[in-house]
């Protein structure tokens, strides 16, 4: 059996062989690992994993568990030096734009500021006439803390009370707490399917549509990723990868909702940074794609 001394030589013999052949280790970006239920998640997974591959970079995601539950909280963790998280994914804003790294390809196509209403089943005939923008505005809406949404529908006039996370808002929204409760259109049917003890029902004929994206955020320790990320995921929407892998996840959501026949409240987003690419057609989605 070798020596401890050779056992270290040899190891540092094959590291600097490897080294000269151009092999690096592969490095790991942490993420908050996610419910088996939340698709979004597994979407933005796949599609960030074809980034770094696309990019030629030598990083892999990698689940990690934590008690970041908010996005407030993981935006917290994440612009620690200490972090524990490398990367997550959420709605962008002016103040997040700031603490973090973003990757400025809306990897949900906008879809996230798209919302229809999910109240109580039995409130149905409430709501079979869809509401003008100043009813809705009279009706109580919940959403969480520290989601950009909050002040995106206070500036707009609109009743917000809030809790700390999705569970807990479907909560109140069935104890008559909420008249309604905003999601997107990406998340509405799996959650009234995943809480459907509940017995939630998602509002006919209404959506409310407002300006928005759903970035990667980076630690600022790995801001040098942003621009190679950013110009993969370009590349991949260019290409019409990204609308392929959009559209194998989440078609059935879009068509069962016929979102092009409904009524829609247009509403804006004074959070929205200026530098989002709103005037390029290929990051978007449009009922017609």
Known sequence: MPSRRQWLIATAATALSAHARGETQTEVLRYLKAPRSDLFSRYAIELLGLALRRAGLRHRLQAVVGDWMTQGRMELEMARPQSQLDIMWAMTDRSREQALCPVKVPLDRGLLGWRVALIRRDKLALWQTPPTRAELAQRHAGQGLRWPDVEILRANGFQVDTAIDTRNLLQMLRAGRLDYFPRS?????????????????????????????????????????????????????????????????????????????????????????PETPLQRPEFWWHPST
């Open 185 to 273: 259109v990406l998340e509405a049917q799996d959650e009234v399917q995943a809480y459907s003890a509940l017995q939630l029902a998602i509002a006919p004929r209404l959506v409310i549509r407002y300006p928005a994206a759903s970035y990667a955020f980076l630690s600022p320790q790995h801001s040098k990723l942003a621009v190679p990320l950013t110009q993969a995921l370009e590349s991949l929407a260019l290409d019409g990868t990204l609308a392929r892998l959009f559209h194998s996840y989440f078609h059935r959501h879009l068509e069962s909702l016929n979102l092009p026949e409904r009524h829609v409240i247009d509403l804006e987003n004074p959070l929205l940074p």
